[in-house]
């Protein structure tokens, strides 16, 4: 769980990429699969940055100046191998198959693999 002050997010929506900037109009989209991008405002707690994060499925909601994100599956990057990626897209087949070719995607932007 994360409880942060942030710049930006990106998420992917189901049907595409969605960026969320502080004061965005309320809007509630299902999540698909891809990366969670969070800019990470400077705060007391120290200095932003950005964080990444696989998800896949769920919603997200903007409602005042709060976003929440409910994801069936998250997975922090560095937990995110490409070996293991690979595996999974082998086994996958239907609709996992495309989470399962972004998730090698991503373990490769992660990584270093492309």
């Given at each position: ?17 969605m960026g969320f900037l502080p004061g965005r109009a309320p809007i509630l989209?299902?999540?698909g699969a891809g990366e969670l991008r969070l800019d990470i405002a400077d705060s007391t707690k120290g200095q932003g940055g ?65």
């Amino acid at each position: 769980m994360l409880n942060e002050e942030v710049k930006y997010v990106q998420l992917p929506a189901w049907d595409g990429s969605m960026g969320f900037l502080p004061g965005r109009a309320p809007i509630l989209a299902r999540l698909g699969a891809g990366e969670l991008r969070l800019d990470i405002a400077d705060s007391t707690k120290g200095q932003g940055g950005t964080r990444s994060l696989f998800v896949n499925g769920g919603v997200a909601r903007m409602e005042g100046n709060e976003l929440l994100v409910l994801a069936e599956k998250a997975f922090a990057g560095e937990s995110v191998s490409i070996a293991d990626a690979e595996a999974e897209l082998q086994k996958a087949s239907g609709p996992e198959a495309e989470a399962a070719r972004a998730k090698v995607a991503y373990a490769k932007k992660v990584r270093g693999g492309i």
